[in-house]
């Protein structure tokens, strides 16, 4: 089914870290923004928070960033930008930027996208299916995937290693989430995605370059979701 890319070792390394920690106070802002400065109330940014403290990211920065998505401190103009096109091996991926100067990540990216193609809009979205993606565990791990995302409104579901993936239509990704928390589901992740509809296969010497180009992209402060059609 195909999922967001994330790069390894990024908990680890006290660096990259300091990227991550950002890139989910982006999340919380635009979440907030989104909807309800309630988590109780905003399905995404309940996710958004709860994946934060999993990360051990201070509750002040939570704080601050919940009320900057909600106008109460200086203002914060994130806006999404995406970008797609090709990595090394031509492998199709979609790459989502969180920025508030358009202008410098459209440079960053076209050069990072040296090593692979950058393309037009629209070049390589059509591979893709643009849905609501919810990613979660529960304590049960003998339940009926099936009657779960029945129950939910998902369309979808498929069993990963940590949980499931349910894949639901983008007008109902807050009322899955919201059913899923109901049904005692830990949400790790609930999102617009983008889901290869047909992922692609590459050698296995060509897979160490691919991951060094998406590694690169990832630790671009503005990049937030990487989606690929790799198998």
Known sequence: MGAQWKQKGRVENSAKRGQLISKMVKEIIMATKAGDPDPAHNARLRTAVESAKKQSVPRENIERAIKKGAGLLEPVNYELVTYEGFTPHKVPLMVECLTENRNRTSSDIRALFRKGTLGATGSVSY???????????????AMDLEEAAIEAGAQEVEKTDDGAQFICEKADLISVTKALHDMGWQVSASEFAYVPKDPVEVAPAAKAEIEAFLNELDDNDDVHRIFIALK
């Open 127 to 141: 591979m893709f299916n643009h849905v609501g993606m919810v990613v979660a565990t529960h304590p049960h791990t």
